[in-house]
C-alpha cells in the first residue's frame, strides 16, 4: 500500500508519524524551525491574549493597533532599510509591490522569478542569471528609455544560488533604476532584508525594494516591503494597501520580541549545515550558510524512503519532468538525525 503524504494531521517537525512508523523530514522552509520553538510560541500565545486572535481592518481606518507601526519600525532596523510594510502576505506583499512600481518605468524579469512577482503571464525568460546580468546591462545602457524595473529573486532556492547584483553599478548614471527583489528564502538566513544587496553599492540612480513573506524562516504569517521611505508612502498609498486587512497582531508581537530566539536557531541552523557538508560529496550543490542541497539523482527520493526518511521532491519545471531532489535543513534537526541521514546517503 502506497502511504499518503498529503494528508498530514501534525505540525510538521524533524520528524512525522505515518500510519505507526516515524520518518525523519527534510523538506520544507522552516529553516529556523520556529513553527516548533516552544519560546516563540509562547511568546506567539502572549500576544494572542494581549491582542486577540485576528484583526480585520484595514490599516486606514480610524481605530489603529499601534503595534503595526512599531513591527514596521522593528523590521527596518533589524533588516538594513528607511522604512517598511506588513501585509497579511508574502504575495501580497509582492503583487503590492510590483503593481505600484511598474508603471514608473519599464519592466525587465530576471530568470525564473517567483509567481508572487508576475504581473500577468509568466515572464518568458530561460537564460541563466549571469547571461540575464549582461543582456539587461547591454539594454539599458543602450535604451532611450530613463527609468527601469528590474524584477528578480534574491537566490535560486531550488538549483541554489545566491545571486549577485553588483553588474548595476556599470549602469550608466543618468538611467533610473528600481531593484525589487524578493528574499523571501533569504531573509531571517542569509541575506537579511536589504541584506540581499551586500555587493551593491548604494547609488543615487538605483532605487532598492526588498519583498518577502515571513512565513518561512521567520515563522509568522504576513509579508513585508522594505525600501526608502518614499517608495513605502507610495506602497501605502495604493489601492490594495488601503483595501486589505492586516496580519495577527500576535503575530508580529512574537517577531518584535523573538530577536534572541532568531539568532539562537539562526546559530544552530549554521552548525546543522556545517556538519552536514562535512559529509557531502562534490556532486552535491548548495550555498555556504543556505540550507538547500540539491543533488542530480532522480532516485534518491525513493531510495530514502525505504530508509523512513523523507526528503523535498517533486518533478520539475513541468509535471513531467523528473523529480528535483533537495535535503532541507532546519533548526529542529538534531546532531543524531544528521548522522542517521549522511549514513543513508552513504549506503
Known amino acids: 500500500?502506497?502511504?499518503n503524504f498529503k494528508s498530514i494531521d501534525q505540525p510538521f517537525s524533524n520528524q512525522i508519524n505515518i500510519e505507526r512508523n516515524t520518518y525523519l523530514y527534510f523538506g520544507g522552509t522552516a529553516y529556523l524551525g520556529i513553527p516548533k520553538n516552544q519560546d516563540f510560541i509562547n511568546l506567539y500565545i502572549e500576544g494572542i491574549k494581549k491582542f486577540g486572535l485576528n484583526n480585520g481592518t484595514s490599516r486606514t481606518n480610524n481605530i489603529q493597533l499601534g503595534i503595526y507601526d512599531e513591527a514596521e519600525k522593528v523590521a527596518a532596523e533589524r533588516y538594513g532599510a528607511e522604512a517598511a510594510l506588513l501585509t497579511s502576505s508574502g504575495y501580497l506583499a509582492a503583487q503590492l509591490t510590483v503593481k505600484s512600481l511598474?508603471?514608473?518605468?519599464?519592466v525587465i524579469y530576471a530568470p525564473a522569478t517567483h509567481p508572487a512577482l508576475w504581473l500577468s503571464d509568466q515572464p518568458a525568460n530561460q537564460h541563466t542569471f549571469n547571461d540575464w546580468k549582461k543582456e539587461t546591462l547591454n539594454l539599458i545602457n543602450a535604451s532611450v528609455e530613463k527609468t527601469w524595473i528590474l524584477i528578480s529573486n534574491s537566490m535560486n532556492n531550488l538549483?541554489?544560488?545566491i545571486y549577485d547584483f553588483n553588474f548595476l553599478?556599470?549602469?550608466?548614471p543618468e538611467k533610473?533604476?528600481?531593484?525589487i527583489?524578493?528574499?523571501?528564502?533569504?531573509?531571517?538566513?542569509?541575506?537579511?532584508?536589504l541584506g540581499a544587496f551586500i555587493n551593491l553599492k548604494a547609488k543615487a540612480n538605483i532605487e532598492r525594494v526588498v519583498v518577502a513573506s515571513m512565513a518561512k524562516a521567520l515563522g509568522v504569517d504576513a509579508g513585508l516591503v522594505l525600501g526608502s521611505g518614499a517608495v513605502i508612502a507610495k506602497l501605502k498609498s495604493s489601492n490594495m494597501f488601503v483595501g486589505a486587512s492586516p496580519p495577527s497582531a500576535a503575530g508580529l508581537f512574537a517577531f518584535i520580541h523573538a530577536e534572541k530566539i532568531y539568532h539562537n536557531a539562526w546559530t544552530r541552523l549554521q552548525e546543522n549545515i556545517k556538519l552536514l557538508t562535512a559529509n557531502l560529496n562534490n556532486k552535491w550543490a548548495f550555498e555556504p550558510g543556505f540550507p538547500a542541497f540539491l543533488v542530480?539523482?532522480?532516485?534518491?527520493?525513493?531510495r530514502l524512503l525505504k530508509e523512513n526518511i523523507l526528503i523535498s521532491s517533486f518533478p520539475y519545471p513541468k509535471p513531467e519532468s523528473e523529480p528535483i531532489n533537495r535535503i532541507i535543513l532546519s533548526s529542529w534537526h538534531e546532531k543524531e538525525d544528521i548522522h542517521n541521514l549522511t549514513k543513508a546517503l552513504n549506503f
Open 1 to 3: 500500500m502506497k502511504l
Open 181 to 193: 527583489v524578493d528574499d523571501s528564502h533569504g531573509i531571517g538566513v542569509n541575506n537579511n532584508g
Open 296 to 302: 542530480q539523482d532522480s532516485t534518491l527520493a525513493d
Open 159 to 161: 538549483f541554489p544560488e
Open 102 to 106: 511598474s508603471t514608473w518605468g519599464s
Open 169 to 172: 553599478t556599470e549602469v550608466l
Open 176 to 179: 533610473e533604476i528600481i531593484l
